[in-house]
């Protein structure tokens, strides 16, 4: 989880491909209208959002209920929308990804193609909630490749015995 440009996709993806897990990019299951608006420079609001988190939920819950669990890479910025995919699978663990603006502006920059453009970091920036206490999960700081971020993962996941849970 995080704000866009932090690492996400590539850290979920290689986190998926090492726990021999499926991968689904959150992103690709946003309605066609959640992506006009951001193309347009709009931010989402949590109407919008409502849809999308059910179809992340929908994907979790199915992994959680083939036994085989999975990684997706989702922005989850809000206590509410983790709350939501908890509900819909109730042994998830986040790992949180950050970095400052500066990086996450350059990274965005250098990705290329995208729905969501660099103007709407501010308004992820102001939504994210930080993990709050209680909640599974870890923050992990992206200043490291996604490499070194999947490493930690791993191991946040087996100090907190997830690591069965994908």
């Known amino acids: 989880m995080g704000v866009s440009g932090s690492g996400k996709s ?8 090492r ?3 499926p991968f689904a990019d959150a992103d690709d299951m946003h309605p066609r209208a959640n992506i006009a608006k951001m193309r347009s420079g709009l931010p989402l609001d949590d109407t919008d959002r409502e849809p999308w988190l ?4 929908h994907w979790l819950r199915d992994r959680a209920v083939d036994g085989n669990g999975g990684v997706v890479a989702c922005s989850a910025l809000k206590r509410r929308y983790r709350d939501s995919l908890r509900a819909a699978a109730p042994r998830i663990f986040f790992l ?4 400052d603006r500066d990086e ?9 193609e995208h729905f969501m453009p ?3 970091l501010d308004s992820q920036l102001a939504a994210l909630e930080p993990l709050e206490p209680g909640e599974p999960g870890t923050v992990l ?14 191991a946040c996941l087996d100090e907190a015995g997830a690591g069965d849970q994908g």
């Open 19 to 21: 726990l021999g897990v």
């Open 118 to 120: 660099a103007a709407l």
């Open 54 to 57: 059910a179809n992340v939920g």
């Open 104 to 112: 996450l502006l350059e990274r965005i920059a250098q990705r290329g």
């Open 141 to 154: 700081y992206g200043t490291r490749s996604p490499g070194q971020a999947v490493d930690l993962a791993i």
């Open 96 to 99: 949180l990804l950050t970095a």
């Open 10 to 17: 590539s850290t979920a993806r290689l986190l998926a491909l």
